[in-house]
């Protein structure tokens, strides 16, 4: 039965061929996000100065990009993730989120929609 369950696992993470798989980034040894409990304040204190469809002033942020409501977050969800994740985040322009909520944005859109 061990044996079966080691093989069982090396076949999926072989299947994933990438350096992390889905169950790394989203296994339930990894606590949760969601909107209530995560994205919203996050988006709400880090994008929201220019991203909020009421911005006063948007420093140069397209009038479309808003992340007002869980909706608009998910419809943005791969500009959000390319953008305010990874090595190449360039979101907030002047920095400020750690490296641990920047994960923890990524694990929220990619795990938990
Ligand atoms: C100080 C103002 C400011 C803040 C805060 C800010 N942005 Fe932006 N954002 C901009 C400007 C200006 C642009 C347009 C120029 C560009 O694309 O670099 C933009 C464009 C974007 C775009 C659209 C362009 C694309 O690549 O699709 C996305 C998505 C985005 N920002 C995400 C975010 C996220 C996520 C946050 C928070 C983690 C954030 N921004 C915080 C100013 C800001």
Redesign the pocket.
Known sequence: MRTWVLAASWLVLGACGGDETTSELCGPSVAAQSWETFGQG??TS??Q???ASAAVD?????ED?A?DTEADALD?AD??L???TGPDA?????GG?SEQDRERLRRWLLCDL
Not at 58 to 62: D, E, Q
Not at 90 to 94: E, I
């Open positions: 996050f988006l880090q994008c100065g220019c991203h948007r420093f140069g942020a397209p990009v992340f943005w500009r959000i390319a953008r305010a360039d979101m907030p322009p002047a989120p």
